[in-house]
C-alpha cells in the first residue's frame, strides 16, 4: 500500500495456527491475513494466543484494522476496534483505515469507524482527505456518510450580551426548528434550513418516540453511546452557521438517560469545545417528576459548570412554573429563561405580553423554545397565527423564537421537511421573512 500500487485482495492461505507455534512473526501474519479475509473468529484466537494488534504485514506495510476496512469486513473491524486497534494509525503517505475503506467504497466499515472516533478531516500527505477519495472513485453512499462527519469549514461562537444572543459578537435574534431526533439527522436538512435563513435547531438527546428508548443518546448508566454522531452533527451545524439548543434530560426524574447527573457530565463534557452550543439540562423540570425540585437541578447546573465554566445554560420550565415568579430558577443559576408558555386558544395573541412581562422580572434572554404546534390536542394553528406569534416576540424583545413542530420527531425514514404539513411547510418558508424585515428596521435594531 504505497504510492506506488494499492492494496490489492491477496488471497493469502491462512495457516493453521499451531499449538506449539512460538514465532511472533507467523501469529502477527496470520493476524494481517485472517483481517484481510474477514476471519473473525480466527482473529479472536490469534489475539488471545498473544499477536500484536498493531503488526504491519511486510508487503504492504499495512495494519490488521486496515486490511478489514479496505476489505469491507466490519465485524472481524469491530472486534480489532474492541481489542484496542489503532484507530489513526497510518502508513507511508498517511493513509488510514477509514481511507481504505472511503477509496474502496466500504460503507459499513467506515461507518463504523467514524462512530468509534476515526478523524473524517485527516488528509495524506498529498492533501488527500477520505472524502476527496470516495468521490474520486464515485462511491456516493460513502461520500454522503463523509459529507455528514466532515462538513465544510466554517463556525460560529454562541454568547450571551444582557438579554440577547450574540454570534460572533452580534446581537442575534434566534429563529429555530424542534429538531429532536437527532440520531437520524440529515445534511439536506441542515441545508435547507440554513438556505431558508434559519439560525438555530433544537435537538434532544434524552428523546424518545413512543418510549423507544433506543432513539436515546445515553444508555441506562447515563453514558453517551451516540459521541460521534452528536459531534458530527454539532459541528455541520456549525458550518452552515446554526446554533444547536442541546435539550439532554426529559421532564421526569425516571428520565430514559438512568443516571440524569451522570448524562449531564457526558454530554456538556463532549460538547465542550464546540463553540455554537448551549443546553436546557432538563426539559420542562418544573413539571411531574421534576416538580420544585430546585436542589437537583442546582446539582445538575453545578455539574455542567465544573465540566465547561463557559457553558450556556438553561431549564426549560411549563405549566406556569412562573406564576410565583422566575427568583428560584434564578437563583439555580441558569443564563436564560426558556418557558413553555400556556398553550390557550389565543397563545399567538399573548406573546408580546408574556415575554414583557418575563422580561420585568428579570434582564436575562427570554427565548421562547416550545410554543403551540400544529396537532396538539387538536389545535391546528394557522400560518398567520405563527406568523404573529413570531412577529410580536420580537416586538417584546425576546431573544429567540423555535417554531415547533412533529416534524422532527421521527426522521429515521424521511427528512424534516418531507414530515410538515402544507401548512406548516409554507409557515416555514415565510417565518424567516418576518425577523428578516424587523432587523432592516430601526425600531428593532436591538434584535441584531
Known amino acids: 500500500m504505497s504510492r506506488s500500487y494499492v492494496l490489492r485482495p491477496i488471497l493469502y492461505a491462512v495457516a493453521v495456527v499451531l499449538p506449539g507455534c512460538s514465532q511472533q512473526g507467523d501469529i502477527d501474519k496470520q493476524l494481517n491475513q485472517a483481517a484481510m479475509k474477514g476471519d473473525t473468529r480466527l482473529a479472536g ?34 472486534l480489532l476496534l474492541e481489542r484496542g486497534a489503532e484507530i489513526e494509525a497510518e502508513k507511508e503517505g498517511g493513509k488510514t483505515a477509514l481511507w481504505y475503506a472511503a477509496k474502496q467504497g466500504r460503507g459499513g466499515t467506515a461507518r463504523l469507524l467514524i462512530q468509534r472516533g476515526a ?26 456518510l463523509l459529507r455528514q462527519a466532515a462538513p ?7 454568547r450571551i450580551s444582557d438579554d440577547k444572543f450574540t454570534i460572533n459578537g452580534s446581537k ?23 438556505r431558508r435563513g434559519y439560525n438555530l435547531i433544537r435537538i434532544w438527546l434524552d428523546w424518545a418516540i413512543w418510549n423507544d428508548r433506543s432513539r436515546s443518546f445515553f444508555n441506562s448508566d447515563g453514558n453517551l453511546i451516540h459521541e460521534q454522531t452528536l459531534l458530527n452533527l454539532v459541528r455541520a451545524a456549525a458550518a452552515r452557521g446554526l446554533v444547536v439548543d442541546v435539550t439532554i434530560l426529559n421532564d421526569t426524574k425516571e428520565s430514559g438517560a ?11 463534557r463532549a460538547l ?48 406556569g412554573h412562573y406564576d410565583n415568579g422566575v427568583d428560584v430558577d434564578l437563583d439555580i443559576g441558569v443564563d436564560l429563561l426558556a418557558p413553555h408558555l400556556n398553550r390557550t386558544s389565543d397563545w399567538f395573541e399573548q406573546t408580546d405580553e408574556r ?94
Not at 478531516?121 to 488527500?128: C, L, S, V
Not at 465544510?152 to 454562541?158: A, S
Not at 442575534?172 to 440554513?194: I, M, N, P, Q, R
Not at 438512568?258 to 456538556?268: C, D, H, I, Q
Open 355 to 448: 415575554v414583557v412581562e418575563l422580561k420585568s422580572e428579570t434582564g436575562r434572554p427570554i427565548y421562547l423554545q416550545e410554543e403551540q404546534r400544529r396537532g396538539w390536542r387538536g389545535a391546528n394553528p394557522t400560518k398567520g397565527h405563527f406568523l404573529q406569534a413570531l412577529r410580536e416576540a420580537l416586538n417584546a424583545g425576546a431573544a429567540g423564537w423555535v417554531f415547533h413542530t412533529d416534524a422532527g420527531f421521527d426522521l429515521s425514514s424521511s427528512t424534516f421537511f418531507d414530515n410538515l404539513d402544507p401548512v406548516e411547510r409554507e409557515t416555514v418558508d415565510d417565518l424567516p421573512e418576518i425577523v428578516g424585515a424587523a432587523s432592516t428596521s430601526t425600531s428593532h435594531t436591538s434584535v441584531m
Open 172 to 194: 442575534t435574534f434566534l429563529l429555530g426548528v424542534s429538531y429532536f431526533d437527532a440520531l437520524s439527522w440529515k445534511t439536506s436538512d441542515l441545508d435547507e434550513l440554513a
Open 272 to 319: 465542550r469545545d464546540e463553540p455554537n452550543v448551549f443546553f436546557d439540562l432538563v426539559n420542562e423540570h418544573g413539571w411531574r417528576g421534576w416538580a420544585l425540585d430546585s436542589s437537583r437541578m442546582r446539582s445538575l447546573v453545578n455539574i455542567a459548570r465544573q465540566e465547561d465554566s463557559n457553558a450556556i445554560i438553561t431549564l426549560s420550565t411549563c405549566c
Open 119 to 144: 478523524n473524517p478531516n485527516a488528509k495524506t500527505g498529498d492533501g488527500i482527505t477520505a472524502l476527496m477519495v470516495a468521490k474520486s472513485k464515485g462511491h456516493t453512499a460513502v461520500v454522503e
Open 45 to 78: 484466537r490469534l489475539l488471545d494466543k498473544g499477536a500484536n494488534i498493531n503488526a504491519r504485514d511486510k508487503q504492504y506495510n499495512a495494519t490488521p484494522l486496515m486490511w478489514a476496512a479496505h476489505e469491507g469486513h466490519p465485524k472481524t473491524l469491530k
Open 258 to 268: 438512568g443516571n440524569p447527573e451522570n448524562a449531564v457530565r457526558n454530554a456538556v
Open 152 to 158: 465544510p469549514p466554517g463556525g460560529i461562537t454562541l
